[in-house]
């Protein structure tokens, strides 16, 4: 009998939900082959059959939250399903191979290393506050001896509580639904999402500063080149490569944009990761460019082709969403003339894009139609200040206005 | 030298520290001696102090309550002393604890090498015995665990005749029509209480405007008033001045710390009882480096000296001297030495006198918990409420808890009234563990017992005792 364990899912990540699963009890499996779909913070992913057998058991069910190393499952190793049989002469046969894939004479296996981490210890004040106000014991720090929840780590993690602003409300009794309502479950993501955001918005000193990109040159630029870009690089000449390289530029003038607050200090980063949002038929998700600074304008399409590709199929690893230092968001495409975009935690800035915009501009004392982008930075005012804001997205406008200053870095 | 005998750890001291460390040796499996000069194991406690005083407590309280409240008990007897008896049973006791100790060296494999142990050098620790031979014992590790002694008083010299320290006062061999304690604390009013139930008129002179300093300053009160009720005197903020023996008794000269006409008592034995200090002479400190600070004690880091390979736990160190803290500190010290994670809770250490009432805390007093400017709960519970007690007709005292204002963990427990010695271990584990007073309030306890008051008390912290 070989166990189904629910894999390493990276790093801080603990847990994951059963999303589905594609056999069910009885089933024939055959190694490699995807049993059973599993949902995190961050990704699904799929956890194959471990041998050729039949699938004996499901241990969590689909909805069930499991931990690394949880057992998902377990499959009788050689067994063949027991297919109904028409044929009475066989009938003897039926039994014997429903025998070998009924896991109960079958000695468990020791499941210890499977199992989460023991349970909490709580004292007697400790399981009272944790009953009386719905508090999860296992997310409690317990500062007692060899770990021991203690009625203060109770209350202070009651009083944390308190102090988050809107945490997620602990779910009261859920309302009811009326005729024309529809209740439907959160996904992980959307839950993740939900918690992401509002973090963010507690956390940072956040607020929007804006201005306009006039994208006549840039079009233009474009208009010429496409063509023998995309043959030559098999990869469409858009916006976004502009932008992500107008970004770079800018934070390496202003580089708190590019880093983050821990504690009481603020880390610096000399990389330039660009998290780009996109989104999907789940929600919305921020795989980063990495080393853009680095890359040629070809590069940076042919990697956010990728990205946004392997989004839209679910196919996204952790790794691809881990680690960015400055965001672009683009509500343009969905036709957003002007939004102020929320932070990606623990990132300083992000940037947000908008619909490109015929508009009558005054230049040179004339007034002519200019094709408009406004642009908005939101910036955590902690570490970044106004004229460090400004001066940013100045540069942005700038290199997008006049793309040859990306080439002379100026 | 050709046959220097050759030790794990070498341990200077059979007293409690002594003796503990020596047995954790053997358990560990570490080769060990222990260096004892007196003709029993056991130091200071066993032979002069802890175990001869509790014997002579406990059968003076009997024999006072025998003559006074048996009779309202429906017990009719006149008892009548047997001193002679009270000594003898006490030195039989004694005995068997000394020997109970040469039991469990024997069972742990420790050696005891009798006589005076002196460090030499390095590694080396000289014995000198009774007889004069001396011995050169190689030692990885040294264990000094040398105890402490009365500290003397200018102007009162102990003759052990008349004028009498913990010991001699352990062994008078009458009734003192009048005692004079010098000094109100824990050893002086123990002692003084024993010879004031079998008879004795006596009077406690105290420097300090307060008795047993370190004590919650609303328990030490209560004490008082209990003791004073009892036939105890107490001269408080007075300084002793001199003493005058004849053959049939003391003259004792005082007068008061704030300055104003000296007194006499006539008294026909004095005990000096103004604390002890650490017994760290003779040692041969001076061979491995080792400087004692003013009052002679040596300094540690964990129980490590300043010198490599040499350790000091118990009365020699800093800290209160009492047997259980050096019991402690002798666990923690071999296995620290022995690369173990040894570890003492120095906050919890609890401190009884084992008089009646008795009186036991532990944890922080409230005039620590101000001077600290913590926040607390007080909850309260007296005996008088308490059922057993009751029905016992023994409903002097109460149990105080005391609590963070916050975080409701208990931060000091105070006890007074029978028993409370057995009571004050159920508030060491629950602090061990930073249990708050609501953890012993939702404690079950067992009833009719005393110790339902100590629950009781919890529950007033916040303001929940239901029966009272």
Not at chain 1, 181 to 190: A, N, Q
Not at chain 2, 57 to 75: C, P, W
């Amino acid at each position: 009998m070989a166990d189904i364990m629910t894999p390493a899912l990276g790093e801080s990540v603990t847990e994951a939900t059963v999303a589905k699963w594609s056999k069910k009890a009885g089933d024939t499996v055959r190694k490699d082959e995807i049993l059973v779909e599993l949902e995190t913070d961050k990704v699904s992913l799929e956890v194959a059959s471990p041998s050729d057998g039949v699938l004996s058991e499901i241990s969590a069910e689909e909805g069930v939250t499991v931990e690394p190393g949880a057992i998902l499952g377990r499959v009788t190793e050689g067994a063949v399903a027991a297919a109904p049989k028409a044929n009475g002469a066989k009938a003897a046969e039926a039994p014997k191979a429903e025998a070998t894939s009924d896991p109960k004479p079958e000695p468990e296996p020791a499941k210890p290393a499977a199992r989460p981490a023991a349970e909490p210890v709580l004292a007697p004040s400790a399981q009272r506050i944790a009953a009386e106000n719905k508090l999860d014991p296992a997310a409690i720090a317990g500062t007692g001896k060899d770990g021991r929840v203690t009625k203060g780590d109770a209350l202070a993690a009651l009083e944390a509580r308190a102090k988050a602003p809107t945490p997620a409300p602990a779910p009261s009794a859920p309302r009811e639904i009326h005729a024309r309502e529809e209740r439907v479950k959160m996904t992980r993501l959307r839950q993740t999402i939900a918690r992401r955001l509002k973090e963010a918005q507690n956390a940072a000193a956040m607020l929007t500063t804006f201005n306009e990109v006039d994208m006549t040159g840039v079009m233009a630029l474009r208009n010429q080149y496409k063509d023998v870009f995309e043959k030559k690089h098999g990869v469409k000449l858009g916006f976004m490569s502009f932008f992500v390289k107008a970004v770079v530029h800018g934070l390496q003038q202003v580089p708190e944009v590019n880093a983050e607050i821990d504690g009481t200090d603020i880390i610096y980063k000399n990389h330039y990761d660009i998290s780009v949002a996109v989104g999907t038929e789940r929600g919305l998700v921020t795989p980063v460019v990495r080393d853009a600074d680095a890359m040629s304008l070809a590069g940076i399409e042919k990697e956010i082709g990728a990205l946004g590709r392997k989004a839209r199929d679910g196919q996204l690893a952790l790794e691809d969403l881990q680690g960015g230092t400055f965001t672009i968001s683009n509500g343009g495409v969905y036709g957003s003339l002007m939004s102020t975009p929320i932070l990606n935690a623990p990132q300083s800035g992000i940037l947000g894009m908008h619909k490109i915009q015929e508009r009558p501009m005054v230049v040179g004392g004339q007034i002519v139609v200019r094709p408009m982008m406004y642009l908005a930075l939101s910036y955590d005012h902690r570490v970044v200040d106004g004229q460090g804001a400004v001066t940013f997205l100045v540069h942005v406008k700038d290199a997008i206005e006049d793309p040859q200053r990306l080439l002379l870095d100026v | 030298m050709a046959d220097t005998p050759s030790y794990d750890v070498v341990i200077i001291g059979g007293g409690p520290g002594g003796y503990n460390a020596g047995i954790r040796a053997g358990q560990l499996g570490l080769k060990a001696a222990v260096v004892e000069m007196r003709a029993t194991l056991g130091g200071t406690c066993l032979n002069v102090g802890c175990m001869p005083s509790k014997a002579l407590l406990h059968a003076s309280e009997l024999f006072a309550a025998a003559g006074s409240e048996f009779a309202e008990l429906g017990i009719d007897v006149s008892p009548k002393l047997n001193l002679p008896q009270m000594m003898k049973q006490k030195g039989e006791s004694v005995g068997a604890l000394t020997k109970g100790i040469e039991f469990l060296f024997k069972k742990n494999k420790v050696d005891w090498i009798k006589g005076a142990g002196k460090i030499s050098g390095p590694g080396q620790v000289e014995v000198t015995s009774e007889n004069g031979t001396v011995t050169t014992l190689a030692a990885k590790d040294i264990v000094i665990a040398t105890g402490s002694e009365p500290s003397p008083l200018a102007g009162v010299e102990v003759d052990q005749k008349r004028v009498v320290d913990s010991t001699g006062a352990l062994s008078l061999s009458e009734v003192p029509g009048h005692l004079v304690v010098i000094g109100a604390g824990i050893i002086g009013l123990e002692l003084g209480s024993v010879w004031r139930r079998l008879g004795a008129k006596v009077t406690v002179v105290e420097f300090l405007d307060r008795i047993t300093p370190g004590m919650d300053a609303e328990m030490a009160k209560a004490f008082q008033r209990s003791l004073t009720k009892q036939g105890i005197a107490f001269k408080l903020s007075s300084k002793v001045t001199g003493a005058k023996t004849t053959k049939t008794g003391v003259s004792l000269t005082y007068e008061p710390v704030a300055g104003g006409p000296a007194e006499t008592l006539d008294a026909d034995y004095v005990l000096l009882a103004i604390g002890r200090r650490p017994f760290t002479d003779n040692l041969g400190l001076e061979n491995v480096g080792i400087e004692r600070d003013k009052r002679g004690f040596i300094p540690t880091d964990h129980w490590k000296t300043s010198a490599e390979g040499v350790w000091a736990i118990g009365d020699v160190t800093l800290g209160p001297m009492l047997a259980h803290k050096a019991e402690e500190e002798a666990v923690a010290c071999i296995e620290t030495l022995a690369g173990k994670a040894g570890h003492v809770s120095y906050g919890l250490i609890p401190s009884v006198i084992y008089t009646s009432p008795e009186v036991a805390w532990v944890g922080k007093t409230e005039e620590e918990l101000k001077a600290d400017g913590r926040a607390y709960k007080v909850g309260k519970f007296p005996f008088s409420a308490n059922s057993r007690a009751k029905i016992n007709h023994e409903t002097e005292g109460f149990a105080k808890v005391l609590a963070d204002a916050v975080t409701d963990e208990v931060l000091g427990a105070h006890l007074i009234g029978p028993n409370v010695s057995e009571m004050i271990g159920e508030y060491c584990v629950a602090m061990e563990f930073r249990a708050a007073s609501e953890d012993v309030a939702r404690t079950c306890h067992p009833h009719p017992t005393r110790s339902e008051a100590l629950r009781q008390a919890a529950m007033g912290v916040e303001g929940w005792t239901m029966q009272a």
